[in-house]
């Protein structure tokens, strides 16, 4: 099979569809890989470096698009990349089609076969493409947070890990799933004193055996969440109540409580947020102060560490891209329900039925 990675086009996306490393085990399997040309420049993967993995290179998106038969990119295709679909061509790349009803709309109208990462599912129940994104935000929250409280950004002056003598700061997480647990690793790394809060025991349970008591948990309910960001330096947003806007935890009338330089990292601000203040920012310009506490509300953390990134997306997509390219994407579904979870559109007609609820097409 021909598997095309096209340069993203949206605006600050400098995360690319493969590695030259995935390239090579497609290659590897028998497939072609056809790459345009700069695709992955800006994060240090160069033409040649593809070359040299087996792909050849396009000058443009059109070959691209033209050419191959699977396109595996990062971000919801574009409307001129819509356009550029060909019937009965794969498309694998995230697609979150419920709140996007022009690309829904493009998508049917383009006859191909769009499967998406972020419903594909493992025997776990969770994401296994969604996953990674979460893990490279989560750890990066900790050192958001952590240039954040610095005097010059608005912060208390605060350093994490404190030194000898000195004790170390308190950040709590809430929300103990993959990017809570990431950024509690990260925060206990630096020698903070870290809690967490989940309303799920059996997750908090798991928590504890995991880091065998060095991270203290706490039951999820409003007493325990006013109680503890009153001393907190750095609080975490991280809950996920899936397919639902994010409970506003934090009212404005808690942040009066907080210590004044304290910082809010709000990760679930791609959900609407779980503080009350939180907005979207940019990495141009993450933070902002609300009542003397900072906020850093960046919508799409993983961007910002696109080399990171691209390698972890590829490092938990290719086996599914492997899959597609060797069997076809009919037998490929057929032979793997949670793959198959993937399909949102197919062939003219929508195939998750959460999308077609949303968007009122017919399931
Ligand atoms: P997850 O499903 O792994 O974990 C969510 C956790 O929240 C679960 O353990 C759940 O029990 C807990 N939870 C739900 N309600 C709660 C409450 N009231 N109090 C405490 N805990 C509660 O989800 P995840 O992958 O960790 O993602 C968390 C959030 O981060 C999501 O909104 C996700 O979209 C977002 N995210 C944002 C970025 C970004 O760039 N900003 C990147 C990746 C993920």
């Known amino acids: 099979m021909l598997i095309g990675v096209p340069k993203e086009i949206k605006n600050h996306e400098y995360r690319v569809g493969l590695t030259p490393s995935g390239v090579r085990e497609l290659v590897a399997a028998g497939h072609k890989a056809l790459v345009q040309t700069q695709a992955g420049l800006a994060i240090g993967f160069t033409d040649e470096q593809y070359i040299q993995a087996g792909a050849s290179i396009a000058s443009n998106a059109e070959e691209v698009f033209e050419r191959a038969d699977m396109i595996v990119k990062v971000k919801e295709p574009q409307p001129v990349e819509c356009r550029l679909l060909r019937p009965g061509q794969v498309l ?19 006859d191909a076969v769009a499967i998406a990462y972020e419903t594909v599912t493992d025997e776990r129940g969770g994401l296994p493409l969604l996953a990674p994104m979460s893990e490279v935000a989560g750890r990066m929250a900790i050192q958001a947070g952590a240039h954040a409280l610095e005097k010059a950004q608005g912060g208390r002056g605060v350093l994490l890990g404190g030194v000898p003598g000195v004790a170390p700061a308190k950040v709590v997480v809430i929300g103990g799933g993959v990017v809570g647990l990431n950024a509690a690793r990260m925060a206990m790394g630096t020698g903070a004193d870290v809690t967490i809060l989940d309303k799920s025991l059996a997750r908090l349970k798991e928590i504890d055996m995991v880091f065998g008591g060095r991270i203290k948990t706490l039951m999820s309910n409003s007493a325990n969440i006013d109680e503890s960001i009153r001393d907190a330096d750095m609080v975490i947003g991280a809950v996920l109540i899936p397919g639902a806007a994010a409970p506003k935890l934090v009212t404005r009338a808690m942040l009066k409580t907080m210590k004044p330089g304290a910082v809010l990292v709000d990760v679930a601000i791609d959900q609407g947020g779980c503080f009350e203040t939180s907005r979207p920012t940019t990495h141009q310009d993450p933070i902002y102060m609300v009542d003397g506490i900072v906020h850093y509300c960046v919508a799409n953390m993983p961007g910002g560490v696109a080399r990171t990134s691209t390698q972890a997306l590829t490092n938990a997509t290719l086996p599914y891209t492997l899959e597609l390219a060797n069997k076809g994407w009919r037998q490929a579904l057929l032979d793997n329900a949670h793959l198959r979870n993937g399909l949102n559109i197919c062939r003219g007609r929508v195939t998750y039925q959460a999308v077609a609820q949303d968007l009122g097409y017919a399931y």
Do not use: C
């Not at 694998?92 to 383009?110: C, G, M, N, R, V």
């Open 92 to 110: 694998f790349t995230y697609l979150h089609l419920a709140p996007d009803p022009e690309q829904t709309k493009l998508l049917i109208e383009s």
